[in-house]
């Protein structure tokens, strides 16, 4: 995977590493963005020291990287690498929730605190995100940060009726609809979920991207995590 067949794609995607010391999961991450256009897997690393040395070799956009990698832990990596490239943007995506490394990973500038039991879509989608500048905290990883910092993490989102007015009036059904699209469902499984046919489901996508002014459901789905619908 280090070495891209197609250098316009690579030219035009983010360029993302995996640092996991399990080899079946970097499997299934990297045959999750072969498919996908716009993220390439420029290169993995089982170990923590393996994993600096690849960074700073490979220049990776976005890295993804697992706590515990039997060598050094995830923080020791994040804080080495960013002592000599800054820019890089890390993703913590881990199994383990734990007050103190939620807090230190949060100061240390991380863009992304992800849970491993994350939809493989919506996964696809915060990559590329990440890589705009935005950033991802898991729901259970808000939890915590709000009780160690209640006077600066809100305890409630924008309201819809305020999301709404904002963005051309969506309705019950399409706010019902652009929270599934963000979970990473597809047409045809926010029908089933909604008791609607594909083709209504398809069509109420559409009217969402119309009224948010994106190009796609994508788009849609960061647009309203940037607003703080979900």
Known sequence: MENCINE??????????LVDDHKLFRCGIKSLFENKE?????????????GINKILAQNPDVVLVDLELGDINGLDLIEKVLSQKPNVKFVILTSHLNEHVVNKAMKMGIY?????????????????SISSGAMWI???????????NPNVVPTTQVSRSSFKSTH???????????KLVVDGKSNQQIAR?????????KAHVCNIIQKLVVDDRTQAAVKAIREGIV
């Open 112 to 128: 992304g605190y992800i849970l491993k039991d994350i939809n493989a879509e919506f996964l696809d989608m915060i990559v590329k």
């Open 168 to 178: 051309a009036n969506l309705t019950a059904r399409e706010y019902e609809v652009l």
């Open 38 to 50: 716009g993220v390439y897997v420029v290169a993995e690393a089982s170990s923590g020291k393996e």
């Open 8 to 17: 316009k794609r690579c030219e035009k995607s983010v360029r993302l590493m």
């Open 193 to 201: 979920e909604l008791n609607i046919s594909e083709h209504t489901s």
């Open 138 to 148: 898991d729901k259970k990883v808000v939890q915590i940060l709000r009780e160690l």
